[in-house]
């Protein structure tokens, strides 16, 4: 079974932080995403990667950045944390295959609060 | 941009009943993938069936069906014989072929298996 895994499953930060969100996956995935999930609103795509150093802009990457140094690890960072930053946010990934038909596999996600 | 609506934000149904969480979405294009994802209550977000539009047949796993109505973009899942292990959000999904970097959620129905 494919095994995605979020560093912290809660965690409480201070505005104007730096925050670090890790994820590892153990499928030798080419594909690793962040989401940002707000009830109401779904999953919103923040960043994905789909090599290592590589990485695209989602939906909502303003106020965040990523890193992928290695295959397995993507890590999620809010540069300055804001109140409106918290959420619960998740971790997936998925096999770079044509026709586009490998399902997204999800870690437990991270609940992130902003105080 | 393709958009993915769920109509329902909460749902309950009794032990033992049969169930029908609805989406619907919206794309120009013709071959894609359709899924239905679940995450329980502070657990993983899971793969629970998944479509592929070319298919005409209705994609079946166990007690867990699919209602595809590709000419009215409709993709509803049918859960029979409910179980309380069935309590969690339910997120319908839409991935372009071909693109498996761009998954778009639905806001989620919350659905409530009550004994």
């Known amino acids: 079974d494919v095994k995605v895994t979020q560093s912290s499953r809660y965690l409480v930060k201070r505005t104007g932080e730096k925050v670090f969100l890790e994820c590892v996956q153990d499928?030798?995935?080419?594909?690793m995403f962040w989401y940002r999930q707000d009830p109401g609103l779904g999953l919103r795509l923040i960043y994905f990667?789909?090599?290592?150093?590589?990485?695209e802009k989602g939906d909502i990457p303003e106020g965040y950045s990523v890193s992928r140094e290695k295959k397995e690890r993507f890590s999620l960072i809010l540069e300055s944390a804001s109140t409106n930053q918290t959420s619960m946010y998740l971790c997936?990934?998925?096999?770079?295959?044509?026709?586009?038909?490998?399902?997204?596999?999800f870690g437990d996600g991270t609940r992130l609060s902003i105080l | 941009a393709q958009t993915v609506t769920q109509s329902q934000p909460e749902m309950s149904v009794q032990e033992a009943e049969t169930v029908t969480l609805s989406c619907t979405y919206d794309?120009?294009?013709?071959?894609?993938?359709l899924f239905w994802y679940k995450q329980p209550p502070s657990r993983q977000m899971i793969l629970v069936i998944r479509?592929?539009?070319?298919?005409?047949q209705n994609a079946t796993e166990n007690r867990f069906s699919v209602n595809f109505q590709k000419a009215a973009k409709s993709f509803s899942l049918k859960i029979s014989d409910s179980q309380l292990g069935d309590t969690a959000m339910y997120f319908c999904?839409?991935?372009?072929?071909?693109?498996?970097?761009?998954?778009?959620f639905g806001a989620g129905t919350r659905l409530t298996v009550k004994p």
């Open positions: 794309t120009s294009e013709n071959n894609y993938y």
């Open positions: 990667s789909y090599d290592v150093k590589m990485k």
């Open positions: 499928m030798d995935h080419e594909n």
């Open positions: 997936a990934s998925s096999l770079l295959a044509g026709g586009g038909n490998q399902p997204q596999h």
């Open positions: 999904a839409f991935l372009k072929l071909y693109n498996n970097n761009d998954m778009r």
């Open positions: 479509q592929e539009a070319y298919k005409q």
